[in-house]
């Protein structure tokens, strides 16, 4: 049998191929027909088995390699197939091959009984032109809505009104204004109350409302603008395609008109391009632009960026008070929600639910009309939205899966694996893309893609079509990190609405589970664990499979896991197929040596994991390991010599104590992507291999302050050819020149990030060389000046400079003398970083993130009479701060935000410049020496004697992180005060959370 494996795994190989092409027309038919979702979910688990076959036998190649290289063998190991390996293993993995190919011939016979065709489209809109042939009769939609039931998008709908009324762009096109947003947000309602505003009606003479949906066909889109202009029937077999177009042209020939093509899937440009050229030829070229316009509603920014030419709309989700009053007028009849007080309240948890998505509003609001039982209500607050009614088509999941139904087959995997993660959850473009790749969803077409680069384009793409949101610049403080931080790390940060979770789960059906430390039964078919809490031992779930490929504890909040190491080992005897195991958080000192049994582990996550101190030698063995993160293991002081095993390396991500890396001999590690090394606060000497990283796209060294110098290897760096895209150093006060090995990668560094390295005077000259670069950022460098020739970058699109007084003033539009040299450069950005504004008068003030600058904003007032002027600024961690106050008092100062606002405080309290008295305001000598800030990491609240006032001081430090304080004489200020974005236009603080998570913390402060 043994012989015959090599022709059985070829078999095994071309089966699970074309068994693909039949996936895709079972997963759009499988909502008709259950036996086709019973037969689907029987083959899925069928080849997740034979994967498992696929990878027992990698694994073992790739230790057969490792061996070789260790030379503990004495014969060429080439392959796993070749004569040196063990007979015995190949006996079994054989015996499992026959086995699995038969188990999944006999699922497939059944393909034709059910009906399912071969299909090898890639999805709609995947860059390949195919199409449904068909649009969905059910969803067609019309132009007509009563404005009087439309609540909370007059703003939006004055905002469009206005993009039309205005004179047409100044080119050769016609205005398209797209408005863009997930299914269910209310987008053809937008429309609609365009569509009939009186002033539209007025000044376009002709208005047409064409539904266009999956099927962009130009001749179709013809016959339904026709069939909108004249209000009847055109019966295409009577018309050639040119007669058609014919009668488009006399029918619009010089009109001005408005055209709503409502519900674009389209993504090609050539089909939109034909149709626009139909509609573009309606006046002479030599005549004035008419005016005519074109409003789209779609789901796909892609779509958008395709279409539009003018403005793009990007609808927001309603707000919580709008969402309550559509559900009160849904849900009841007029006047009557003030009958039930207690239904209304708890309509207010419903309706915060939808999360601002009116489709939901309306569908649970709908749902409850007429029903008057309050256990009614409580049953639809409590549940999930999507168990309520899956079946309805006109249903909230309807809406929302539509989208989901367009996309290919590869990212409808990658989505549903997002359900993994809890609500609320705030994923990472690395951690989103190193997950997917453990679990083999990252699968390249050609040699030339990394699957690194693929997880991106499949983020951009779920970004596109709305699955994802990218979190906003103002809410871009993870971890202590600015938004420019996270840009040097090349790190981005996504959430995803409720309701779109919601579906991740639907899709995800029985494959995933949140359980508890002490659950008794978990579902056989669960492939993907996550725990809501922890424990110290291990759990008892009784009998259960042993195909679990993930486990981690993204539902268990932010403490201190109370694993111990008991539980790692049951997960290691447990679960030998586990492809994910993130422990991150954990309290421990100390793994087990267990980590030989997770041969098909492949994403290892033990951040924040601050009393670790030594990695275990097993972690050595776990050759097909791609991830390994060790960010912030601060404790971290043993390392195992052989890291270097890890030969299906990826991304590694270290945090440790150690002083010097050169003896991992990372230069080994072929196949690493991705390195960032993190707050190293004793490592003086980095590995001297790291030019032999041929493969490595992206290197990122921040906060390690003892490294004095790259370590060059002279001219031997001249036979590595190296492809970094990337590379980022921050922190690095003592680092006095750039490594000489990264001129080899003057054809692909398109990224060049330098921060607070204060001993680097010039960068150098054949930096000019680096004709791929793109954006180049030098931030907190004083003494850095620019090279010479620096106009010879002519493909750099982005040059930011900030906090380099010198290189500001040289760089200055008008004045500066390097101006000429990067005046070529689309996108400079060239700031202090001092930024000047007035706030606002009240009784207290508060502040989180202002812009991309701001660490920690602090204000206090001496007064509520008066507001002074601030000045401040922050920058990778430092404050600026100048203070002014009605009587002439100044304060300047730098402070480190770890030091914040003790040291602001102390120093503020120290001055002798203020003034002794005061009219209208009471000085800081007399108020702020009574200050002392008992825990800035916690909530407090501590009530000081100053002066001739008492005062109430509150200051907490929330999970951004960021400052409040709130000053108010003579009475109490209350804890948990609201938090806003900005207080510059007066309006009242916003309390909403950032994510589920934060949100609790809010309410506990």
């Known amino acids: 049998m043994a012989k015959n494996m090599h022709s059985d795994l070829s078999n095994l190989q071309n089966t699970l191929t074309i068994i693909n092409a039949f996936i895709i027309d079972a ?153 863009v947003g997930i299914g269910g947000l209310g987008k053809t309602t937008l429309a609609q109350l365009v569509y009939n505003d009186d002033r539209v009606i007025e000044i376009f003479e002709l208005r047409m409302w064409v539904f266009v949906s999956d099927d962009f066909d130009v001749k179709r889109l013809v016959l339904e603008i026709l069939k909108a202009m004249h209000g009847m029937e055109i019966d295409a077999h009577m018309y050639s395609f040119d007669q058609l177009q014919n009668l488009l042209r006399e029918g619009l020939w010089r009109k001005k008109f408005l055209l709503v093509l409502d519900d674009v899937w389209n993504e090609d440009y050539r089909e939109w391009l034909e149709l626009k050229k139909l509609l573009l030829g309606m006046h002479d070229v030599e005549d004035e632009k008419i005016g005519s316009k074109i409003v789209t509603t779609t789901r796909s920014d892609k779509v958008a960026s395709i279409m539009g030419n003018a403005y793009k709309h990007s609808l927001k989700y309603l707000p919580e008070e709008d969402c309550l009053r559509l559900f009160v007028k849904c849900a009841f009849q007029a006047g009557e929600g003030k009958q039930h007080p207690r239904l209304l309240e708890i309509g207010k948890d419903i309706a915060r639910k939808c ?23 409580k049953k639809v607050r409590d549940s999930e939205i999507w168990k309520m009614n899956p079946q309805n088509d006109d249903g909230i999941l309807a809406a929302l899966k539509l989208s989901y139904n367009h996309l290919s087959s590869e990212l409808k995997l990658c989505f549903s694996h997002c359900s993994i993660f809890p609500k609320g959850y705030e994923y990472t473009n690395l951690e989103l893309i190193s997950f997917w790749m453990a679990h083999g969803l990252l699968q390249t077409k050609n040699e030339d893609e990394e699957p690194e680069e693929l997880g991106e384009f499949y983020i951009q793409e779920l970004v596109s079509r709305s699955f994802f949101e990218i979190a906003s610049e103002e809410q871009l403080v993870i971890d202590g990190l600015i938004s420019e931080e996270l840009d040097l790390l090349g790190i981005t940060y996504f959430k995803m609405h409720d309701l779109i979770h919601d579906l991740a789960v639907f899709t995800m059906q029985s494959e995933r589970a949140v359980v508890k430390f002490n659950s008794t039964n978990v579902k056989e078919k669960v492939q993907h664990l996550s725990f809501a809490d922890s424990d110290e031992g291990v759990p008892t779930f009784g009998k259960m499979s042993s195909k679990i490929r993930t486990v981690g504890f993204w539902h268990a909040g932010q403490n201190d896991l109370a694993i111990t190491e008991p539980f790692v080992k049951w997960i290691s005897n447990k679960f030998k197929y586990l492809r994910v195991l993130n422990i991150q958080g954990c309290n421990f000192q100390f793994l087990p040596d267990c980590f030989n049994k997770m041969k098909h582990l492949r994403y290892l996550d033990l951040s924040y994991c601050q009393r670790l101190e030594k990695l275990p030698d097993s972690i050595c063995m776990l050759q097909s390991l791609e991830i390994l993160n060790l960010c912030r293991c601060v404790a971290l002081a043993y390392i195992p010599k052989n890291l270097s095993n890890l030969v299906s390396l990826r991304i590694l991500w270290i945090t440790t104590k150690v002083t010097d890396l050169s003896f991992i001999h990372i230069g080994n590690m072929k196949y690493l992507q991705i390195l960032i090394l993190w707050n190293c606060d004793n490592l003086t000497f980095l590995p001297r291999d790291l030019s032999h ?53 003057d054809k692909t560094l398109r990224y060049l990030g330098l921060s607070e390295c204060s001993s680097l005077m010039a960068l150098p000259e054949w930096l000019v060389n680096m004709t791929s670069l793109e954006t180049l950022l030098i931030a907190d460098c004083p003494n850095l000046t620019l090279p010479q020739q620096i106009d010879c970058l002519q493909n750099l699109q982005n040059l930011k400079i900030y906090g380099c007084p010198q290189l500001v003033e040289r760089c200055n539009q008008n004045t500066g003398p390097d101006w000429c040299k990067i005046a070529h450069i689309p996108n400079v950005e060239v700031r202090t970083s001092n930024m000047d504004f007035r706030l606002p008068v009240d009784n207290f003030v508060i502040f989180t993130e202002v812009g991309s600058l701001f660490k920690s904003v602090l204000s206090v007032f001496f007064g509520l009479d008066y507001a002074p002027n601030l000045k401040i600024s922050g920058l990778f961690g430092l404050i600026y701060c100048t203070c002014k106050n009605s009587n002439g008092f100044t304060f300047t100062g730098m402070v480190h935000s770890h030091d914040f606002p003790n040291k602001l405080l102390s120093s503020l309290a120290a001055s002798n410049s203020a003034p002794k008295e005061s009219s209208h305001a009471i000085s800081a000598v007399n108020v702020l020496p009574a200050f002392r800030i008992m825990d800035n990491s916690a909530n407090t609240i501590t009530k000081h004697h100053g002066g001739s006032r008492d005062f109430e001081v509150c200051i907490t430090r929330f999970p951004n992180p960021c400052v409040l304080v709130a000053c108010n004489s003579f009475y109490s200020l209350p804890c948990g005060c609201a938090l806003t974005n900005s207080m510059s236009n007066g309006s009242k603080p916003d309390n909403r959370p950032r994510n589920d998570s934060s949100s609790q913390k809010s309410t506990d402060s």
Not at 149 to 164: A, M, N, S, W, Y
């Open 27 to 179: 997963e759009n038919k499988q909502t008709l027909n259950n036996s086709i979702s019973l037969w689907l979910n029987h083959l899925k688990h069928a080849l997740f088995d034979a994967r498992d076959i696929l990878d027992e036998i990698e694994c073992q190649s790739l230790r057969n390699q490792v061996l070789k290289i260790n030379g503990k063998f004495t014969t060429k190991v080439q392959r796993f197939l070749s004569s040196s390996n063990p007979f015995a293993f190949r006996l079994k993995m054989a015996h499992k091959i026959k086995d699995i190919n038969q188990r999944i011939d006999e699922i497939a016979s059944l393909r034709m009984k059910l009906g399912l065709l071969e299909n090898h489209s890639i999805g709609i809109g995947s860059g390949s032109g195919t199409r449904r042939t068909s649009t969905n009769a059910s969803r067609e939609t019309h132009s007509y809505v009563r404005s009087s039931l439309v609540i909370g998008r007059d703003d939006e709908k004055e905002k469009i009104i206005r993009f039309l009324m205005d004179p047409p762009l100044d080119n050769d096109d016609i205005d398209v204004i797209p408005i």
């Open 693 to 745: 990283l041929t493969s490595l796209k992206k290197l990122t060294i921040e906060a390690c302050e003892g490294v004095i110098s790259f370590e060059d290897e002279g001219e031997e760096n001249e036979n590595y050819s190296l492809k970094l895209e990337r590379f980022s150093i921050d922190k690095l006060p003592n680092l006095a020149a750039l490594p000489g090995w990264l001129r080899q990668s």
């Open 355 to 377: 999360r601002g998505l009116p489709l939901a509003v309306v569908s649970l609001g709908c749902l409850l009309y007429s029903k008057r039982n309050e256990s009614e209500w």
